[in-house]
């Protein structure tokens, strides 16, 4: 029986990829495709049709977990050990085999909100992405998407800063919002192509989701059902653009994309604030903890939440963020080639 799961786990056999190709073009692909717009720039295509992802075949019972653990200041704390960890699985306590704690190198996907109302916020915005690149680690590469209603590869894998500035430079700042659809397609991408053992998705926006075929719900589970990457958004919320309930919809889809997959979500309250949030984003990224465990619930299809605690006399009550849950899909039928 093969197993297939969808989990930051030990990955021992091949990746099946589904044969839809992207336009290596800006010029308008059917609607149907969903494409991603790979612009002359980047150096790679990129996977566009989310509704037929590649499936991991896995040694199922080696969960990974990168966590980020606060203090009740919202300050990171990064003097704990083994000991101080608690894993539970659907409730379900699990024995942790091993635990790291270092800055290692990590494969990055810019995420920029390139919509009509992101316009006057531009400048500012690639500042502070430039600034969090190069606050993390120097081995680090990343890649930009810019996205209004389609989604455009800027700038594949690299570590150059000058070819993520022409990256973030595009300049095209038009059209609606289509965040599901850019979630699905750069995670699809960094399962399919990332080096580095940890995955990171930055999403900076300004508005909700008004152009995707994609949902909520399924944009969640299709992170979950790749590799898992964590998902920090930004939130430029603060100008009034967009009504109150616009605005609280917003908030709500940013928190629950973090939430779900381990990320923080921040809502600066103005331009001025976008650096300091960067900075923070990139001093999270470069003080996970990871543990491992291997789970006693791969004999059970379907999700299985994760709830992880961290303890240490004297430090008050500590907020661990990491992802809720695995998705796991078991199948005697390989998948087509």
């Keep these: ?33 969903s494409p991603v717009v790979v612009s002359p ?12 992802p590649y499936t991991l075949r896995v040694n199922a019972n080696e969960v990974v977990l990168n966590c980020t653990v606060l ?60 600034d969090l690149i190069k606050a993390s680690n120097p081995q ?28 973030l430079a595009h300049a095209n700042s038009n059209g609606g919002t289509a965040l599901y659809d850019t979630i699905v397609t750069a995670a699809d991408k960094m399962q399919r192509s990332a080096t580095r053992a940890r995955h990171v998705l930055i999403v900076i926006t300004d508005g909700e989701d008004n ?4 949902t909520l719900e399924n944009a969640v589970h299709s992170v ?13 919320l603060f100008n009034g653009e967009s009504g109150r309930g616009e605005t609280h919809r ?14 923080i979500a921040f809502f600066p309250s103005s331009l001025q604030d976008i650096d300091r949030v960067a900075a923070e984003v990139a001093r999270d990224i470069r003080n996970q903890y990871t543990l491992a465990y291997h789970s006693t619930r791969t004999a059970i299809d379907g ?16 907020v661990v963020h990491t992802r809720s849950g695995y998705l796991l899909k078991r199948t005697s039928e390989l998948p087509p080639k």
């Design 140 to 167: 680090d590469e990343t890649f930009v998407m810019n996205f209004s209603d389609r989604v455009y590869l800027d700038q594949d894998f690299t570590s150059d800063l000058d070819k993520l500035q022409n990256g």
């Design 41 to 52: 720039n980047a150096e790679a295509q990129s996977h566009a049709n989310s509704a037929s």
């Design 224 to 236: 979950q059902d790749m590799q898992s990457p964590i998902v920090y958004s930004i939130g430029l």
């Design 303 to 318: 999700y299985h939440s994760i709830n992880v605690e961290a303890r240490r006399t004297g430090r008050g009550k500590l």
């Design 250 to 263: 917003a908030k709500h889809d940013l928190q629950a994309l973090s939430n779900e997959t381990g990320g």
């Design 71 to 130: 203090d009740n200041k919202g300050e990171l704390v990064n003097d704990l050990n083994r000991n101080d960890f608690k894993i539970s699985e659907d409730k379900v306590p699990q024995k942790i085999i091993s635990l790291q704690h270092q800055d290692v190198p990590v494969s990055i996907g810019l995420l920029v909100d390139n919509s009509g109302s992101m316009r006057p916020k531009k400048e500012a915005v690639t500042a502070a992405a430039l």
């Design 211 to 214: 152009a995707s075929k994609e």
């Design 1 to 33: 029986m093969v197993w297939y799961v969808s989990s930051r786990l030990l990955l021992i056999l091949s990746l099946v990829v589904s044969p839809e190709a992207l336009s290596q073009s800006q010029s308008p692909a059917p609607a149907k495709l």
